[in-house]
C-alpha cells in the first residue's frame, strides 16, 4: 500500500471577533452553515475529495465544539490504516521555553510548536489550509502544479472585489502559466491600497525543508503569521513562490454581514453553494442531527426559497431563509431573509427579518426582530444562545443579544433599539 | 463486569407481509421504508432501545439482505459495546437439509443455541413489523409481579378486526383464561400484540417439549394458557400492524395530521439512515420560491419545485416544477416530471414519473385491481421500485406498475383502473 504523501493541517484555531455572539463559545471554523453543517466541512470534504488522507487540525480556541464534531474523523473516511485525523491541541511539556510549549501565539507558531508530528509523517508536501472558508477545490490540481513548478510555496489566490482587496493577502502574479497561475512578483499583507484584486485563500503547499527553516527563523521574531509573517519573508529570501488561480465560488465568513451573505449564496434556483453537487460532507452524530424527524410542514405553512433540514416543524411562513435541525416555527410567524441554528424555537405572530439566531432560543408570541417585513433591512440583527425572549418584544435592525441574558434582566428591558447590544 | 442477569430481545424479522404487495419484493416486511426515513422495524428496536434492554437477536429469513444492511452492527439503536449487543441469526442447515423456520416458535427453537449462550431472566419476544411506541421495562416488572410464566402484550381492537389477530379471554385478575388463533367468530375484542415476556427457562423447557409445536400463537400458547400462568398486559394507546397497503397508507398519514398519536421523534425513534450504502448526510430539504407544501413530511435531500399535499416523502425526492402530489409516499429518491400529478400513490425508491403524467387519475376508487383484489381496492395506486413512467402517461386507480419498469413497457398512453404492468 502506497504511503500518503501529502500532510494537511488545517488552521482552526482563531476566533475572529467580527463574528460576535456566533464565536463566544465556538471557534469561527465550527460555527454551524448550509442548515445542517459547519464551516470546516468544506475544507474536510475538500480533502476527502482530494484523496488526502493524513489531516492534522490546529485548534485552540473554545475547541469543545470542534472536537465534538470531529468525532473520529470517520465521517470524511478518515480513519483506516493510512488514514487519519489528528486534533493538535496546544500542551505543556518539561521546557520554560515558550517556544517548545504554550499557547499558540500564531498560526505559523501553532505549525512550529507541532514540528515533531510534522516530522513523523515524512510527507512530500505540506498543505496548510484555513478551516474557516466556504469552496470548493480539488488540492491535486494545485499540488501537482507546485511539482511542475518545483516551487518552495504555492499559495491558491482568487480574484475579490477590489474593494475588499484590502481585508486579505494579495499578490502580483505574473503570467508564466496563463490562467493556472504564476510567479509572484510582490505580495502584501492586507495593504490599505491594494495594487490587485488576487486574494490569497489562505491554501498553501510548502516544500518541507523550506517550511522547516522559515519557521524556525520566524521563532526569532514576536509575530508568528502565515500571511503577515511567513510569506513576505520567502518573497524577500527570493524563493520560488507560486500562485495557483482559483476561479470558483470562494465564500468568506468573517463578519456577520459575510456570513450572511454566504447563506444567501445557497439560496436561489442555481446556488453558488451547491452542498449537494459539491459532496459535502459533515458529522450526522455531532448534535444527534441523524436522529432528527424528517421536516413536518402543517396546513398554512409557506416556505419558499429556503432550506429546512429534518427536525424542524413549520406552521408560518418562511421565505429566503436557512433552518437547522430542531427549529420550530408556530402559526402566524414570518421568517424571512435570516438564518436559524439549531433547537430555535419561534412563537406565533414573530416577525423576524435578516436575523441570525444562535441554538437554543426560545422567541415568544409576536417577537419583531429586524426591520419590518419586505422592507430592505441593511443590518444583520443578532441573537445569541440560550436565550429566552419575553413576549412582544421588539428587537431594532442590527441589534445584538448576547447569550444567557438571565430572565431578570428582559424583565427590565421594554424594546431594543437598533444597534443596541444587549449584554 | 457483573454477572446479572438480564433481559433478553428476540425479534422476529422474518415475516414475509405478503399483502404489502411489490413493497416487499425485495425486501422482508420490517425493512419497508416508513414515514420519510425510517424503516418498520425502527419502531421496535428503539423500543427495545428506550426500554434499556441491552441484548437482541434478531430472526431473518425472508430476502433479508435489505433488513441487515439496514441494522448494521445495530450501532444506530445502541447496540455496541461490551455487554450490549445486536446478532443477527439467519436460518441455517441443521442435521436435515432445508431447515427453514416452519413458524415463529420453530424459528426460535433453531436458534436455540443462542438463548443457551446468553442465559438470562427473561425472554421478550417480538415482531418487527408493527408501529407503536411501549415501555418493555414495565412490561417485565409486570411479569414478575404476577410471576407469570407468559405474559403476552394485548389491547382492544374492533371486532371486526379480532379475526385478524390471536385472541384472549381474561379474568378479572388479567389471567388469560381462553384463546383463539384468528378466530372466524370471536368470542372477544382483546388481541395479541405479538409481544411476550417468557420466564426464560419456561421458554426453554417449551421448546425443548415437543418439535411438533412450530408456532407459539397456534401451539405454545394455547397449551401454557391451558396448564401454566399466563397473563396478559394492558396496552392502550398507538399500534399499528400496517400489513395490508391500506393499513400502511393509514399509519403514514397518521404521522401528518396535526392532531396525531404517533410521533417517532417524541417517542425517540432512531433509525440508520447510512443504509444502502450511501452517504447519508444529504443537506437539507430545498424549497425553491414556487413552491407550495402543506400537511406533509419533507426529508433531507427533497427538492420541491412544485405542490405537495398530505404526503411523505423519503430522502433525496424532487418534485418539478408545476407537479403535484397529493394523499402519496414517496421512497427515496423519486422524481417526479414537470407538471405531472400523483394521487392517492405509494412510489418505490428511484421510481422515475416523467413530465406531463398522472398517476391515480380518475374516481374509480372502488374499483379493485384485477389481479390482487385482496391488496389494493381503496383506490391506491402503486409503483415499483425503479420503475420509469413515460412522458403524458395517464395511470388510474387501484393500479399496479411493477419494479423496474422500462418506458418501452407502456404501449398505450393510458392504464385503466385495477390494471397490472
Request: glycine letters at 8%.
Amino acid at each position: 500500500m502506497q504511503k500518503p504523501s501529502t500532510l494537511a493541517m488545517i488552521l482552526a484555531g482563531s476566533r475572529v471577533d467580527k463574528l460576535d455572539v456566533l464565536t463566544y463559545y465556538r471557534p469561527k471554523s465550527a460555527v454551524p452553515f448550509g442548515g445542517f453543517a459547519r464551516v470546516i466541512d468544506f475544507a474536510l470534504s475538500n480533502l476527502l475529495h482530494s484523496g488526502i488522507e493524513q489531516v492534522a487540525i490546529l485548534s485552540q480556541y473554545r475547541s469543545y465544539s470542534l472536537i465534538n464534531h470531529i468525532g473520529t474523523g470517520a465521517a470524511w473516511d478518515m480513519i483506516g490504516r493510512n488514514r487519519g485525523i489528528s486534533l493538535l491541541p496546544p500542551f505543556k511539556d518539561n521546557s520554560d521555553n515558550v517556544a517548545h510549549a504554550d499557547w499558540y501565539r500564531g498560526s505559523a507558531d501553532a505549525v512550529y510548536k507541532n514540528l515533531d508530528f510534522v516530522k513523523y509523517h515524512q510527507p512530500e508536501e505540506i498543505l496548510i489550509l484555513s478551516g474557516d472558508h466556504i469552496y470548493k477545490m480539488d488540492y491535486r490540481d494545485m499540488i501537482v502544479y507546485h511539482h511542475q513548478k518545483d516551487a518552495d510555496l504555492t499559495i491558491a489566490f482568487v480574484q475579490v472585489d477590489k474593494a475588499k482587496a484590502h481585508r486579505f493577502g494579495v499578490a502580483a502574479i505574473d503570467s508564466e502559466d496563463g490562467e493556472t497561475g504564476g510567479r509572484l512578483t510582490n505580495y502584501w499583507e492586507k495593504p490599505e491600497d491594494p495594487e490587485t484584486n488576487w486574494a490569497s485563500l489562505t491554501v498553501l503547499i510548502f516544500k518541507p525543508e523550506v517550511l522547516y527553516q522559515a519557521l524556525r527563523e520566524n521563532q526569532k521574531t514576536v509575530s508568528f503569521e502565515f500571511g503577515r509573517d511567513i510569506i513576505p519573508q520567502l518573497m524577500a529570501q527570493g524563493k520560488k513562490v507560486y500562485g495557483f488561480k482559483y476561479t470558483g465560488y470562494w465564500g468568506y465568513t468573517g463578519t456577520t454581514e459575510e456570513y450572511w451573505q454566504a447563506s444567501m449564496d445557497l439560496l436561489g434556483d442555481n446556488p453558488s453553494i451547491d452542498m449537494q453537487a459539491w459532496g459535502l460532507r459533515t458529522n450526522m452524530e455531532h448534535r444527534g442531527i441523524s436522529d432528527a424527524q424528517p421536516v413536518l410542514i402543517r396546513e398554512g405553512a409557506e416556505i419558499h426559497n429556503s432550506l429546512v433540514y429534518n427536525g424542524c416543524i413549520v406552521e408560518g411562513t418562511v421565505r429566503n431563509s436557512i433552518l437547522f435541525p430542531g427549529v420550530q416555527v408556530e402559526k402566524g410567524a414570518v421568517i424571512e431573509d435570516s438564518v436559524l441554528f439549531f433547537n430555535n424555537h419561534i412563537g406565533a405572530n414573530c416577525k423576524l427579518n435578516k436575523v441570525i439566531m444562535d441554538v437554543n432560543s426560545v422567541l415568544g408570541e409576536g417577537v419583531c426582530a429586524g426591520p419590518e417585513i419586505a422592507s430592505e433591512a441593511n443590518l444583520v440583527t443578532l441573537i445569541g444562545w440560550n436565550n429566552h425572549i419575553p413576549d412582544n418584544m421588539c428587537i431594532g435592525e442590527g441589534a445584538t443579544i448576547y447569550p444567557n441574558i438571565t430572565s431578570e434582566q428582559w424583565g427590565q428591558v421594554k424594546r431594543i433599539a437598533a444597534e443596541e447590544v444587549l449584554r | 463486569m457483573s454477572a446479572k442477569k438480564e433481559t433478553l430481545v428476540l425479534l422476529l424479522a422474518g415475516g414475509v407481509g405478503s399483502r404489502l404487495n411489490i413493497l416487499v419484493q425485495s425486501r422482508a416486511k420490517p425493512a419497508v421504508p416508513f414515514a420519510g426515513h425510517y424503516r418498520i422495524i425502527d419502531f421496535s428496536l428503539s423500543n427495545v432501545m428506550n426500554s434499556g434492554l441491552t441484548k437482541v437477536g434478531v430472526l431473518t429469513q425472508y430476502k433479508p439482505l435489505s433488513l441487515m444492511r439496514h441494522l448494521g452492527m445495530g450501532e444506530a439503536w445502541d447496540f455496541t459495546g461490551r455487554s450490549r449487543g445486536l446478532k443477527i441469526l439467519p436460518p441455517h442447515t441443521g442435521f436435515q437439509d432445508s431447515d427453514w423456520y416452519k413458524g415463529t416458535a420453530d424459528a426460535v427453537r433453531q436458534n436455540i443455541d443462542f438463548l443457551e449462550k446468553n442465559p438470562a431472566d427473561e425472554v421478550v419476544l417480538l415482531s418487527g413489523d408493527h408501529i407503536y411506541n411501549m415501555d418493555f421495562h414495565a412490561m417485565i416488572e409486570y411479569h414478575r409481579f404476577k410471576k407469570a410464566d407468559v405474559t403476552i402484550g394485548m389491547m382492544v381492537v374492533p371486532m371486526s378486526e379480532i379475526y385478524q389477530f390471536g385472541a384472549g379471554v381474561i379474568d378479572d385478575q388479567n389471567r388469560i383464561i381462553g384463546w383463539e388463533e384468528k378466530p372466524e367468530h370471536p368470542k372477544t375484542n382483546l388481541a395479541s400484540m405479538g409481544i411476550y415476556v417468557f420466564d426464560y427457562k419456561y421458554l426453554l423447557d417449551s421448546l425443548y417439549r415437543d418439535k411438533a409445536e412450530v408456532d407459539f400463537g397456534m401451539h405454545i400458547l394455547p397449551r401454557a394458557i391451558d396448564n401454566d400462568n399466563v397473563f396478559a398486559y394492558p396496552f392502550y394507546g398507538y399500534w399499528r400492524d400496517v400489513g395490508t397497503i391500506q393499513s400502511y397508507w393509514e399509519a403514514n398519514m397518521d404521522v401528518i395530521r396535526h392532531d396525531s398519536s404517533i410521533s417517532p421523534a417524541g417517542w425517540g425513534i432512531r433509525t440508520n439512515i447510512e443504509a444502502d450504502g450511501r452517504p447519508a448526510d444529504r443537506p437539507p430539504a430545498r424549497f425553491t420560491n414556487d413552491a407550495k407544501v402543506s400537511c406533509s413530511m419533507i426529508s433531507a435531500g427533497c427538492v420541491i419545485r412544485g405542490t405537495v399535499v398530505n404526503s411523505v416523502l423519503a430522502p433525496g425526492v424532487v418534485v418539478e416544477e408545476g407537479a403535484i402530489v397529493r394523499d402519496s409516499i414517496l421512497f427515496a429518491d423519486c422524481s417526479v416530471g414537470k407538471n405531472s400529478i400523483m394521487d392517492l400513490t405509494i412510489c418505490d425508491k428511484r421510481v422515475k414519473i416523467l413530465a406531463d403524467s398522472v398517476v391515480g387519475s380518475g374516481t374509480n376508487h372502488d374499483f379493485p385491481n384485477i389481479k390482487q383484489p385482496k391488496h389494493l381496492y381503496t383506490g391506491i395506486s402503486l409503483v415499483g421500485k425503479e420503475a420509469i413512467i413515460p412522458s403524458g402517461v395517464s395511470i388510474g386507480r387501484n393500479c399496479i406498475i411493477n419494479s423496474h419498469t422500462q418506458e418501452s413497457a407502456f404501449s398505450t398512453k393510458e392504464i385503466a383502473d385495477g390494471e397490472t404492468l
